[in-house]
């Protein structure tokens, strides 16, 4: 990968653009429109929300506002805990394009597997809300389907009447932070997995080894970290609302970083805090 234009090409054979922006914690309003307005006029073509980050309309104005044609771009949400289910499923996605004033998605993801509301039933919840994303797939109005922070049980039980695989996995992955058992599910399986959260929520630039690996690299360690990921191969998602910063994370292209310097990365144990076990969340 050469460019933030460059691309994976998915399990269907769309084709997904190798970084992504993203906007949890994002506040709606100006602070989103500003920030998705100024990623894109860096360069980014993949943006990521979802309807539980409540700032899809902002990213929409962004979207019409940054003078790139919708078709030019990549844009993701997601599915709210709530809202599983098929008949729920078909009307959150409704709202979700209504939000966004868009005709489509590219990519439309289940946000958790197994929300609270769901514990007792979440197979058969997660098997109505795929059978929704599947018949908005194959009517156009979804070009790829996904799923974010699900491990190999729940993608196994997805695949017991799932017609359509996931082409994504959106999971927790940052130095030190890495499901190994999940990473190689979906290797083998090609689902392509999406690191969000991938500078640790911000933990990393506190991380010494990191601060030395800026110096020897003349990179940020923000711009390591995304180069790390990459390296992954992951796709990663950095957000930030800082100009400067939004530019400063597409300088990912330029250098690579050595096999020790990856595994030292990996080996940061604990560093950034550890994934949210998708079976225990209150949420």
């Not at 054979?13 to 006029?41: H, L, M, N, Y």
């Not at 039980?157 to 599910?185: S, W």
């Not at 690299?217 to 180069?227: D, E, N, P, S, V």
Request: with cysteine.
């Amino acid at each position: 990968m050469k460019s933030l234009t460059d691309c994976f090409v998915l399990n269907n054979g769309v084709e997904i653009p190798c970084v992504g922006f993203g906007t949890w914690q994002t506040p709606d309003g100006d602070v989103a429109v500003a920030s998705v307005k100024a990623a894109i006029a860096c360069g980014y073509r993949h943006i990521d929300t979802a309807a539980a980050y409540n700032n899809e309309k902002s990213v929409g104005i962004a979207v019409k506002e940054s003078g790139v044609k919708r078709e030019d771009l990549f844009i993701t949400s997601k599915l709210a805990n709530p809202c599983h289910g098929y008949d729920a499923t078909m009307r959150a996605f409704d709202q979700t394009l209504e939000q966004l004033d868009m005709q489509y998605l590219d990519l439309y993801l289940i946000h958790w597997p197994n929300p609270a509301p769901f514990r007792d039933h979440w197979q058969e919840a997660n098997a109505g809300t795929w059978r929704a994303f599947e018949e908005n797939y194959n009517a156009g109005r979804i070009r790829a389907l996904g799923i974010s922070n699900f491990m190999p049980h729940h993608i196994r039980a997805l695949m017991q009447t799932a017609t359509v695989a996931p082409a994504v996995n959106q999971i927790r992955l940052c130095p030190g932070c890495v499901d190994e058992a999940t990473v190689q599910y979906c290797n083998a399986h090609d689902i392509l997995l999406e690191a969000y959260s991938p500078l640790g929520t911000g933990r990393i630039f506190d991380v010494p080894q990191m601060q030395q690996l800026s110096e020897k690299y003349g990179k940020t360690i923000a711009q390591i970290c995304l180069r790390w990921s990459m390296q992954q191969g992951f796709l990663p998602l950095p957000k930030s609302v800082t100009p400067a910063r939004i530019a400063e994370n597409t300088d990912v292209f330029g250098f690579e970083l050595s096999t020790q310097d990856m595994a030292l990365i990996a080996n940061l144990t604990g560093c950034c805090g550890e994934a949210r076990d998708p079976d225990k969340t209150a949420f």
